[in-house]
């Protein structure tokens, strides 16, 4: 470190040094979630702002700043319960996520927002993750169709018929003068 004039700080397997002001990283830092939860939640008010994030309090994860990523279940990522995955997070927290989302003011709309999920036997592989939205018509399981979706993914990606599926749902009627808001999500622990 002679040439720094800062602090050297090791996190992950990356060093960082601090150099006349710049930031300098030495091995690239690789954001693999180790694990994952699920969770969903419904909110109901007269904002759809703040139906959103009752929605979010009812699943449990309004603390953390969210940030939506695709579709991808990771390989070796480990299925927690959300009360243990929430441990090993703090509030203000960058938390990725797969979320699905719906908001709407219709009265007596059904609206719904689910994750679908198809884990491979093989921890090496990646599996995958659906996330769908939108109004209820009829008796569909869209839970259902979710875990199917994923399914279909991981058999078109590498021929294999997944080892686990499951899904996670959240439904709501839309109440009178108000917006209502679900959500389904698969929170991910870096």
Same mark, same amino acid.
């Given at each position: 470190?002679?040439?720094?004039?800062?602090?050297?700080?090791?996190?992950?397997?990356?060093?960082?040094?601090?150099?006349?002001?710049?930031?300098t990283?030495?091995?690239?830092l690789? *954001? =693999? #979630?180790?694990?994952?939860?699920?969770?969903? +939640?419904?909110?109901?008010? &007269?904002?759809?702002?703040?139906?959103? /994030? @009752?929605?979010?309090?009812?699943?449990?994860?309004?603390?953390?700043? *969210? =940030? #939506?990523?695709?579709?991808?279940?990771?390989? +070796?990522?480990?299925?927690? &319960?959300?009360?243990?995955?929430?441990? /090993? @997070?703090?509030?203000?927290?960058?938390?990725?996520?797969?979320?699905?989302?719906?908001?709407?003011?219709?009265?007596?709309?059904?609206?719904?927002?689910?994750?679908?999920?198809?884990?491979?036997?093989?921890p090496?592989?990646?599996?995958?993750?659906?996330?769908?939205?939108?109004?209820?018509?009829?008796?569909?399981?869209?839970?259902?169709?979710?875990?199917?979706?994923?399914?279909?993914?991981?058999?078109?990606?590498?021929?294999?018929?997944?080892?686990?599926?499951?899904?996670?749902?959240?439904?709501?009627?839309?109440?009178?003068?108000?917006?209502?808001?679900?959500?389904a999500?698969?929170?991910?622990?870096?």
């Amino acid at each position: 470190m002679s040439e720094t004039t800062g602090i050297r700080i090791t996190a992950s397997g990356c060093n960082y040094a601090q150099k006349s002001g710049d930031l300098t990283v030495s091995h690239p830092l690789k *954001l =693999v #979630p180790r694990k994952v939860f699920f969770t969903k +939640g419904v909110g109901s008010h &007269e904002d759809a702002l703040v139906s959103f /994030e @009752l929605a979010l309090r009812d699943a449990g994860i309004e603390k953390f700043n *969210l =940030v #939506p990523v695709s579709s991808i279940y990771p390989p +070796g990522c480990e299925i927690v &319960e959300q009360e243990d995955g929430l441990k /090993e @997070l703090s509030p203000g927290q960058i938390v990725f996520c797969v979320m699905a989302r719906e908001t709407s003011n219709e009265e007596g709309k059904e609206i719904f927002a689910s994750i679908g999920a198809a884990i491979p036997s093989d921890p090496s592989l990646n599996g995958y993750i659906t996330e769908y939205h939108g109004y209820r018509n009829g008796e569909e399981d869209m839970g259902r169709y979710a875990e199917e979706m994923a399914a279909y993914m991981l058999r078109t990606a590498f021929e294999i018929e997944p080892a686990k599926t499951f899904s996670v749902t959240a439904r709501a009627v839309v109440e009178k003068d108000k917006y209502t808001t679900v959500v389904a999500a698969a929170v991910f622990v870096i």
